[in-house]
């Protein structure tokens, strides 16, 4: 029968036994070494253990060796009885760490700075003026704060149109009426800026003439008194007209026209807006090089001066090429800061866009295999969120938006940043229950 010996086993068996030599012994067997408890990586302490358990067999086989007649010369050392100490390392001093930022050399140009919206004391009738612009380093940067913060203009149409459930309940009572629909907008939503949006006047849906669609701007004002942009329809041929006739009723309002663009008679609409007191959106289709080329016209051959030109690079939304209007932005900015001077402008954001995105709106996801979507209630303003903060950080001054909830998260994150809000301190001592 197979037993399990110790080799100290063998040598207390002979112990007190005169025996000088074993003949026609035979000893089979394997030998096993435990190993237990020495860890898993082989590191100096592991080193030091082997090095004990083997002094230790050392003595064994040279005591069996003895006892079998073999002559042994002078025995191992005595095995340490516990493994020897391993000097601990010399701490040494750290390396010193320091945070700096500094400004960048590159970055010696000063973004333009644009007002919208004249007060009584600039010959006009607004309750206060919009400043954009002024940045000398990209948004937040910490050695070179940003002389204006972010401002929000919240969208009202000309008629009522089809919006998603998730804004459309929070205006249903007054889409027939923009004066009172951008009344709330300021009143109970916080709006900085309204957009009034002349979409009735395309041709494809009522084409309503310049005169009338005119007196609807005109409401606007009156109803409130923050700047407005105004916007035409999108149509080419009929918008440089209607923003024409508006801005002549707006004038002396310092308004945003939105838009001049290469498909359009942008020549036009910077005639009316030098006539008449106004800044110009200068928009083009995700293209810097467009970008460049449009600035360039307005300047030099429409003589728009400098701190009337605001750019809108064009909003791609979350999940809809978000990530290449967020490198579009990004780059036109750098270029910028580092003396593009065609490009020294503040820029606008579409963020609206996002609500076009099918994510935003739709109740679930049309494909079956597709995972559950959450509500839609919630999701749609995510997605104007995240579209925003994101075009945020790449340098957007101004955001064109829908949903209250939207407004709201989004001023608070960009002031907080800013400046203007104090963040609340976190005990970090307790992170780990820490509710932030």
Known sequence: MAKKMKLSDI?????????????????????????????????PMLAAA???????????????????????GIGAPAAPAVAPALAAPKLKDLIPAKFDVANIAEWATEIQEVPIGNTSADGGSR?????????????????????????????????????????????????????????????????????????????????????EAAKTVEEVLQAVDVPIAIGGSGNPQKDPEVLARAAEVSEGERCLLASASLNLDYAAIAEAALKYDHDVLSWTQLDMNAQKELNRKLMKQCNVPRDRIIMDPTTAALGYGLDYAYTNMERIRLAALMGDDELTFPMSSGTTNAWGARESWMVSSPLKEDSDWGPREYRGPIWEIVTGLSLAIAGNDLFMMMHPTSVAVLKQITQTLFGMIDTEQVDIANWIGAEV
């Open 127 to 211: 309750g206060k003026r919009v400043t954009l612009g002024g940045e000398k380093a990209l948004p937040f940067y910490f050695d070179a704060p940003m002389p204006n913060r972010n401002q929000v203009t919240i969208d009202v149409f000309d008629m009522r149109i089809g919006l998603a459930k998730a804004v459309k309940q929070n205006y249903d009572e007054v889409m027939d009426s923009p004066g009172e629909w951008a009344k709330k907008n300021v009143e109970k939503f916080n709006a900085d800026m309204i957009t009034i949006h002349l979409i009735s006047t395309d041709p494809l849906i009522k084409d309503t003439p310049a005169k």
């Open 50 to 72: 082997l090095g004990q358990e083997s002094a230790v067999l050392a003595q064994h086989f040279a005591r069996i060796a003895g006892m079998f007649g073999y002559p042994v």
């Open 11 to 43: 040598t207390n068996m002979f112990a007190g036994m005169d025996v000088e030599a074993l003949e026609g012994v035979t000893i089979e067997g394997d030998i096993e070494i435990d190993l237990g408890g020495l860890g898993g990586g082989f590191d």
